[in-house]
């Protein structure tokens, strides 16, 4: 038997490094536990700490989608604003241009019936007849209106010159164009069905020349008969 198994001293040595040693494991198994723990802890902080930086990065990220998003709408309201103003700018302007041909289009019209007009004048053809008619009618009183146009006034001069030789009183005035104009021979009466016989007189004279006759009510406070020489009807 070995020596070592047979002395006290031995054993007494062996046991207590065996403490020792068993001391030492279970420090080193707590160190371990400990260690373990530790790091378990801090893993879970750093993985706390990930997670609330992507859920902050997450949360950014989305306001950034957000803030594009709200922008990308308001810019397409834009462009359809803005295309919405190029559409009636560009209706205006076909307007405008559809007015302008317009009114250059009445303008010809108007400027071809003026032609019109003054290519063939109107006159009294047999101006002794006509006195011989208005003749009875000595010392009847009109009030003879003319037209400022070049043509009328032509024919007023010729139908002012018989009424002048049949002695008619005549009180006579000029005037600019009327709106609407007025066309033909007009005599004012106090009752247009029934015109006194000196108006009929000046439709039978003058009517065939002037482009018509036309009677109408003899406008209030007015005594006098009153004569008109409008433009001449275009046809």
Not at 210 to 218: D, E, K, L, N
Request: aromatic letters at 4%; hydrophobic letters at 40%; glycine letters at 6%.
């Amino acid at each position: 038997m070995p020596a070592w198994l047979t002395s006290v001293e031995s054993l007494n040595k062996i046991y207590n490094c065996a403490q020792l040693l068993g001391i030492a494991f279970a420090l080193a198994t707590a160190i371990c536990a400990l260690a373990g723990f530790l790091a378990s802890v801090r893993i879970s902080s750093l993985h706390a700490k990930n997670e609330g930086r992507l859920r902050e990065r997450l949360s950014t990220a989305e306001k950034i989608n957000t803030e594009i998003g709200t922008k990308l709408q308001n810019t397409m309201k834009a462009q359809a604003e803005l295309e919405k103003r190029a559409q009636t700018a560009e209706q205006k302007a076909e307007s405008a241009i559809a007015q302008a041909a317009e009114q250059k289009t009445e303008s010809a019209n108007a400027q071809a019936e003026e032609a019109r007009r003054l290519t063939a004048p109107r006159e009294t053809t047999e101006p002794r007849s006509a006195v011989e008619k208005l003749r009875q009618y000595s010392g009847q009183k009109l009030q003879v209106r003319i037209l400022g146009d070049q043509e009328t006034n032509r024919l007023a001069n010729q139908i002012i010159r018989i009424l002048e030789a049949s002695g008619w009183k005549l009180n006579i005035s000029i005037t600019g164009m009327t709106s609407p104009p007025l066309y033909g021979l007009i005599i004012s009466v106090p009752n247009p069905d029934i015109p006194p016989p000196a108006a009929r007189a000046l439709a039978v004279a003058f009517g065939e020349h002037t482009g018509g006759v036309h009677f109408r009510a003899q406008p209030i406070g007015k005594d006098n008969m009153e004569m008109v020489i409008g433009l001449k009807p275009v046809r």
